[in-house]
């Protein structure tokens, strides 16, 4: 198994001054147009209005970017050599965020014991990004939830199994990420002891509190450290949860049967209360079972009760052929993406319409596949989805995975020789970074290199007020059009300088829809 997205294939097989800028938009490569230089000072440059993210004017925001996680010891991306080349280069291809992760192993060394020190080097990291106008996500990441398990995320305390030693010696256990998942007993009863399902009862630590509450106190301290951190727009509750020993048993078009959905819920709903109560400004992400959601299948997660924004984080590696050995020239891609990975998209669209969550698309790629790269891009524009690509950089402890990163090693100067050119093509795509409005429909083909973007000037918080007097912004990057570009253009007028990357819009006072497209200047 060698990705990240060969989990699906398995799932499958076995079911069947700058943050102004990012919110005004510069990526680093220009100057802001003085609308929203007040929104750079507030902690969090992002609300949520339903199944939007919006900043401060009403506007909505679109998300484009990519993850950072160091899952090995000492858990610090810094450490692995990212730094300001790094983020330097991630907001020049106009990309806007960054979901960085933290590991509870790192964090938390006994229970009740947080390392500073830890928690000092990501908040470094966290505004290096949030200065070049990147805006943050905080992940708490896990996979595999243990190195027990040949993966990492919660502490060696926090880690409650039956096993005799190490289950990774184990049958079963043995075969690293993402196989354990679906073979490994004791990361299942891992799960169902936090949790508190399939019959087990949630376990205790030292200190007599349970695993969820010690979790919930983790993020408590992290919602300290960052709630005055302008930029960082939001927390990641817990990366890809499983639903324990009902894993195989979930794998169904119904999904879990059980209690499962209500018990994660319920965790999910304790994490809120503790950030809540520290932070109250900050969306609060959560996600449903990996196993399932991941490949098609829906959730039965509920609503969240909460002060702030609550927003669906979700994946979608539901049509790996490109990774799991079939040549991506039979096309397959092509047959499995409108059917499984846009079911993923259904489905959190029907999960935001029932409750209003704001979606945002955390992992997609894990791949050298650039075709299925771009066809997911594409999808996600079809379905008007922000997104953070699957990685900068990754390695696994089970394994190394050199085919996820865009760049080789983040040790490495992010030069077009250590950069994958192919992925950089497919993922540096014209975008409506901000849209004084509600968008409608964008698309790009990256045969023709033609974008097109509809929208209206309504605020999308449903209230009838129009944004006509403030400006949209559509990112154009000059690596699809080097020569420069035209565009036509109904609706607004261009406040911006010919070819500028950064192309600004001032809708009319019309009712009717601003209508764009961009094309390739013929040299």
Excluded at 488 to 504: I, P, T, Y
Aim: with cysteine; aromatic share 10%; glycine share 10%.
């Amino acid at each position: 198994m060698r990705s990240k997205a060969c989990r699906i294939g398995l799932w499958a097989a076995l079911a069947g001054a700058c943050m102004a800028m990012a919110i005004a938009g510069c990526g680093g490569t220009g100057g802001g147009d003085g609308e929203s230089g007040a929104l750079a000072r507030q902690a969090s440059p992002l609300q949520q209005s339903g199944r939007w993210l919006v900043d401060a004017d009403g506007r909505v925001v679109i998300l484009h970017g990519v993850n950072m996680v160091a899952k090995r010891a000492p858990y610090r991306p810094s450490a692995l050599g990212f730094g300001a080349d790094d983020a330097d280069a991630i907001a020049a291809m106009g990309f806007n965020t960054v979901r960085l992760g933290l590991i509870h192993k790192a964090l938390v060394p006994a229970p009740g014991q947080y390392d500073a020190a830890y928690l000092d080097d990501i908040q470094r990291t966290a505004e290096m990004l949030t200065a070049r106008g990147l805006l943050v996500l905080l992940d708490f990441h896990q996979d595999l939830y243990n190195e027990r398990y040949q993966g990492e995320g919660f502490a060696d305390w926090a880690t409650v199994d039956s096993a005799d030693g190490a289950p990774s010696d184990a049958a079963g256990c043995d075969q690293g990420f993402p196989t354990n998942i679906f073979t490994c007993r004791h990361l299942w009863e891992a799960f169902d002891n936090l949790f508190g399902i399939n019959g087990a009862v949630q376990a205790l630590s030292s200190r007599g509190l349970t695993l969820q509450q010690e979790f919930a106190d983790a993020w408590r301290v992290v919602a300290r450290r960052f709630r005055d951190t302008p930029g960082v727009f939001g927390y990641n509750l817990l990366n890809e949860p499983y639903p324990g020993s009902a894993t195989l048993a979930c794998l169904n078009p119904l999904g879990c049967l059980g209690d499962q959905d209500a018990a994660l819920t319920a965790f999910h709903q304790q994490l809120v209360d503790a950030i809540a109560a520290i932070d109250p400004d900050k969306i609060l992400f959560y996600e449903p079972y990996a196993t399932n959601f991941n490949a098609g299948f829906p959730t039965a997660h509920g609503d969240l009760a909460t002060v702030a924004g609550v927003g669906l984080s979700f994946h979608n590696y539901a049509c790996p052929f490109g990774i799991v050995g079939i040549p991506p020239e039979l096309g397959l891609g092509g047959l499995c993406g409108p059917l499984f990975e846009q079911s993923v998209f259904d489905n959190a669209e029907a999960q935001s319409q029932r409750y209003g969550h704001a979606l945002l698309l955390t992992e997609f790629g894990a791949t050298d596949d650039a075709d299925a790269i771009d066809r997911m891009a594409d999808l996600a524009d079809a379905n008007r989805v922000s997104w953070q690509y699957w990685a900068w950089w990754n390695e696994d402890v089970c394994c190394e995975r050199p085919e996820e990163g865009i760049i080789d090693h983040p040790a490495n100067p992010p030069s077009p020789e250590h950069l994958d050119a192919a992925k950089l093509d497919a993922l540096v795509r014209p975008y409506p970074r901000v849209v004084a409005g509600t968008p409608l429909s964008w698309s790009f083909d990256a045969q023709t290199r033609e974008f097109r973007l509809r929208y209206t000037s309504e605020a999308a918080d449903g209230s009838g007020r129009r944004l006509a007097d403030l400006t949209t912004e559509v990112w154009v990057p000059r690596r699809q059009y080097p020569d420069g570009y035209t565009i036509s253009l109904s609706g607004a007028r261009v406040v911006s300088g010919a070819d500028d990357e950064r192309l600004l819009l001032q809708a009319s006072a019309a009712d009717a829809p601003v209508e764009l497209s961009i094309a390739p200047r013929t040299p």
